[in-house]
C-alpha cells in the first residue's frame, strides 16, 4: 500500500525511538483535530471530523420501528463505515469491504456494549417510545474521504460529534386502543430530543513500532507496525471495549502498561473534543 | 401538482431559469492527485483522481494512450431515505460509464500513452442533477491534478414541467415524470459532448430546453473557471511569485 524505501521506514522507527516522529510530533501526541457539525442536512445528525489528511464523515438516521421480541425496552443501534475509493484506489470496487467490516465491527464493539445493550455509549432504552410496540432505530453510517491513518479514532470521534448533533423528533403516541394493535403516532416537526452524549467512550488507538508505542499514527506509521491496540475509554475513565489488531504478539504486561496511557491520553482527548463540538455547534448555530 | 406557481416561481422559490447556488472546493482530498467539492444546491459530491500513474492490470493497458476509469458511489446517507443497496448496482454502473466517457472525451489520452488514470465520484448528498454535479466535480478534480485536457467539461440539465422550461431540476422535480435533458458540453470548443434525455418532448420544444441546459452549463463553465483561476492565484502566492 505505502511504498517506502528502507531509508525511509528507517528513518521513521529512528524517530519514534527518539520520540521526535516525522511530522515534530512526539510519542503521545495527537494530530490538530478539527470538527464539523451539521454537515448533512437530510440527516438526524451528522459530523465530519479532521485529523491531519484523515478525513470521516459520520451520519445518524432515525427511524421508527419495532423492538426485537427479546428485548422490548430497548431500540436499536446500528453502525456501518463505507470507505470511499476517494480515500485510496485501493478501495475500488468490493476492494474496500474488509476494512470497512472490520471498522464497523470494532465501532460496535466499543461504542455499543455487549448483547445485552450494558455499557452503551447512548442508552438504548431512551430510544423506546412504546414498550414492546415502537421504538427509534440508529442508523450511524461512517464514511472515510480521505485516510491518512488511524482511522478508528477518526471514526469514532466523527460518531461521537454526530451523536451530538442528533435531534430525534418527539413522538406523541395516540391513545391506545387495544393492546395487540400497533399504537397510531405522531412525529412532531417543531420539537426535537437531544441525546446524552456525555457518556459516549473516544477511542485510542496505540500502534506500536519496534520498542514503543504511539498515539494517531500516519500512514506510513502504521505500515510500520508490529500490532496495535484500540481501547475505548470513556469520561469516567472506564474501559467500555478493546479491540488487538496486527500479528505479532504482546506481552500481558505491555497491554496493561498501554491501557494506563490510553486512559491518561483520552482525559486530553475528550476534553479536546468536547471543545471542538461545542465551537462547531456554535457556529453552525450564528451561520 | 403544480411546479411552477401563477407567479412564476418554483418550489423552492427559483424563476424557471435560475439555478441553484454554485460552491466548489479544490483539493479536498490530501492523499489524491487531483480533488475536488461540487456542490449544486442541496446535491454535493467529491470527486478525485488518482493518476497518470502505471496501469494496475497489464491486460487492460493501451500502447497509445491513457487508460481511463472511473467509479462512482453514493453513501448511504445520501438520501432521503436511508439507503441499503450494494455496490455496482446498476445506476451507478451506468452513470460511471457516462462519466467516464465524457472525461475521456476531453482528456488528451495520446499524451499518457500505456498509463492510467482513476476518478472516482462520491455522492454526499443527492438532490437531483447528481450527474450533471459528478461530472462538473471531476472537471476541477482533474484540472487540479494537472491532467491535461482540450477543454474543461461542463454539465447542467434542464427539464419541462407545466409548459414551463427548467433549469437544473432538484429532486422533486426530476421526480414528476417530466422530460430531463442532461447536457454535458465543451464551452471554449462549442461542442457538446453529452446528451440524454427520458420521457417525450416536441422537437421545437426540445430545442429551447436543450438550449436552456446549454446556457446552464456555459454560466458553469464561467464559474469553474473562476474558481479555477482563484485556486491557481492562491497556488502562486504560497510560492511567493
Request: hydrophobic share 45%; no cysteine.
Given at each position: 500500500m505505502v511504498g517506502?524505501?528502507?531509508?525511509?521506514?528507517?528513518?521513521?522507527?529512528?524517530?519514534?525511538?527518539q520520540d521526535l516522529r516525522s511530522d515534530g510530533r512526539k510519542r503521545l501526541t495527537y494530530r490538530p483535530i478539527y470538527v464539523e457539525t451539521g454537515v448533512i442536512p437530510q440527516a438526524h445528525g451528522s459530523a465530519r471530523v479532521r485529523l491531519g489528511a484523515t478525513d470521516v464523515?459520520?451520519?445518524?438516521?432515525a427511524e421508527l420501528g419495532k423492538p426485537s421480541a427479546l428485548q422490548p425496552d430497548k431500540g436499536k443501534i446500528a453502525i456501518y463505515v463505507d470507505c470511499s475509493?476517494?480515500?485510496?484506489p485501493m478501495f475500488e470496487g468490493r476492494g474496500g469491504e474488509e476494512l470497512s467490516t472490520e471498522l464497523s465491527v470494532a465501532l460496535q464493539r466499543c461504542l455499543l456494549g455487549g448483547k445485552s445493550g450494558a455499557g452503551a455509549g447512548i442508552d438504548?432504552?431512551?430510544?423506546?417510545?412504546v414498550e414492546g410496540k415502537v421504538c427509534w432505530d440508529l442508523y450511524i453510517d461512517g464514511l472515510v474521504i480521505s485516510s491518512d491513518g488511524n482511522l478508528l479514532d477518526a471514526l469514532a470521534a466523527a460518531i461521537k460529534a454526530a451523536l451530538s448533533n442528533t435531534g430525534i423528533p418527539k413522538v406523541d403516541v395516540a391513545v391506545e386502543t387495544r393492546s395487540d394493535e400497533q399504537?397510531?403516532?405522531n412525529i412532531s416537526d417543531e420539537e426535537f430530543l437531544q441525546f446524552d452524549t456525555s457518556g459516549i467512550p473516544v477511542i485510542v488507538t496505540l500502534t506500536k513500532v519496534g520498542r514503543h508505542y504511539i498515539v494517531d499514527a500516519t500512514s506510513e506509521?502504521?505500515?510500520q507496525m508490529s500490532s496495535a491496540v484500540s481501547i475505548s475509554v470513556n469520561r469516567k475513565g472506564h474501559i467500555c471495549g478493546l479491540t488487538k489488531r496486527g500479528g505479532v504478539g504482546l506481552d500481558p504486561s505491555i497491554i496493561l502498561d498501554m491501557i494506563s496511557v490510553a486512559k491518561h491520553v483520552s482525559e486530553q482527548l475528550i476534553n479536546k473534543l468536547d471543545s471542538e463540538i461545542a465551537a462547531a455547534e456554535a457556529s453552525e448555530e450564528e451561520s | 401538482m403544480e411546479y411552477v406557481s401563477p407567479e412564476g416561481l418554483r418550489l423552492d422559490g427559483r424563476r424557471p431559469?435560475?439555478?441553484?447556488?454554485?460552491?466548489?472546493?479544490i483539493g479536498t482530498v490530501a492523499k489524491a492527485n487531483g480533488s475536488a467539492v461540487f456542490e449544486m444546491g442541496n446535491t454535493k459530491v467529491i470527486a478525485a483522481v488518482y493518476g497518470p500513474r502505471e496501469v494496475q492490470n497489464r491486460s487492460q493497458q493501451i500502447n497509445d494512450q491513457a487508460l481511463v476509469r472511473c467509479e462512482y458511489s453514493m453513501?448511504?446517507?445520501?438520501?432521503g431515505d436511508r439507503m441499503r443497496k450494494p455496490k455496482g448496482d446498476r445506476r451507478s454502473t451506468e452513470i460511471s460509464l457516462v462519466i467516464r466517457q465524457t472525461m475521456e472525451a476531453c482528456i488528451l489520452t495520446h499524451l499518457m500513452p500505456r498509463s492510467q488514470i482513476d476518478i472516482f465520484v462520491q455522492v454526499l448528498q443527492a438532490d437531483g442533477g447528481t450527474r450533471s454535479a459528478c461530472i462538473n466535480a471531476a472537471t476541477l478534480a482533474l484540472a487540479d491534478a494537472g491532467i491535461p485536457m482540450r477543454d474543461i467539461v461542463t454539465s447542467c440539465s434542464a427539464g419541462y414541467l407545466n409548459s414551463t422550461p427548467l433549469l437544473d431540476l432538484n429532486y422533486i422535480e426530476d421526480s414528476a415524470g417530466g422530460p430531463d435533458v442532461t447536457v454535458g458540453i465543451l464551452p471554449k470548443l462549442d461542442k457538446v459532448t453529452l446528451l440524454q434525455m427520458d420521457a417525450k418532448l416536441p422537437v421545437d420544444i426540445f430545442e429551447t430546453v436543450m438550449g436552456l441546459a446549454i446556457e446552464g452549463c456555459k454560466a458553469i463553465a464561467n464559474y469553474i473557471r473562476e474558481v479555477l483561476l482563484e485556486n491557481t492565484k492562491q497556488l502562486e502566492y504560497r510560492r511567493g511569485l
Open positions: 517506502l524505501s528502507v531509508g525511509e521506514k528507517h528513518f521513521i522507527q529512528g524517530g519514534i525511538a464523515i459520520a451520519s445518524v438516521k475509493p476517494t480515500a485510496a438504548p432504552t431512551s430510544l423506546v417510545v399504537p397510531e403516532v506509521e502504521e505500515s | 431559469m435560475e439555478m441553484r447556488q454554485l460552491r466548489a472546493e453513501a448511504n446517507f445520501s438520501t
